[in-house]
């Protein structure tokens, strides 16, 4: 079962888990470890909790989509997503910290207000797809679990629920799938039948390794816990 199989309920549990466990790893950050690095090329822990912060932002501008009928974008422009993050990043500790308390607590407002009616409606993320507004749940959740480990002081995908964890790994797969990337690249976890990117290549590479390893080196996220069949590859980009 995959996260879009689960009821409504039980995905908004699980945005708000992941919600509480990126907080919980930024609170064991003092104010001087956030200008460190995170594990995202570029970015400091600044850059990552603005960048979730302005995200909650974004994804409350599709629910109020959703429940006025006004077509509201989540960012006005790529160069304005750019320089919020920026701009965020060079706020104090205390008000960077309070921005991601305010965002979130107003995301969360939205969805427990957002009548049972408007979830079907159907909204465009930044990347133009056109989705019914319940996939903010999911898009959220690949946030907050994901950053999590990105603040690079703790954070671990074992600790991802399973269905998190095997519902980013159909994700990343079927973009790999679409881009037509990840020739003869299989994926095993564990004892299961593997997944081959691009079935039709009967030779190739073999990731193999627990769930939270595989989907940790299908994110970009490194190679810690699998073993590798064939000759040795990166992760395929799927961002």
Known sequence: MGFHDLA??????????????????????????????????????????????????????????????????????????????????????????????????????????LPDAAWDTKVRTVQGRSVPVVETLWMRCREVWIHAVDLANGGRFDVFPDVISSSLLDDVVNVWRNRDVG?????????????????????????????????RWVTGRGAIGITTTGPAVAAPSWL
């Open 183 to 215: 020739a003869g690249l299989a994926l095993r976890v564990d004892d299961r039948a593997p997944v081959a990117v691009l079935p039709e290549v009967s030779t190739g590479t073999t990731i193999t390794g627990s769930l939270a390893a595989v989907t």
């Open 8 to 113: 409504r309920t039980e995905q908004s549990l699980l945005a708000r888990r992941g919600t509480a466990y990126f907080a919980e790893r930024l609170a064991a950050l003092t104010d001087d470890e956030l200008g460190e690095p995170t594990l995202l090329k570029g970015w400091t822990r600044r850059h990552l909790i603005a960048h979730v912060s302005y995200n909650a932002v974004a994804l409350g501008n599709l629910l109020d989509w959703a429940a006025t009928g006004i077509a509201t974008p989540m960012y006005t422009s790529p160069e304005q997503r750019g320089r919020d993050i920026e701009e965020g990043a060079t706020m104090s500790p205390a008000a960077l910290r309070n921005l991601f308390d305010h965002t979130v607590a107003r995301l969360d407002e939205k969805w427990r207000n």
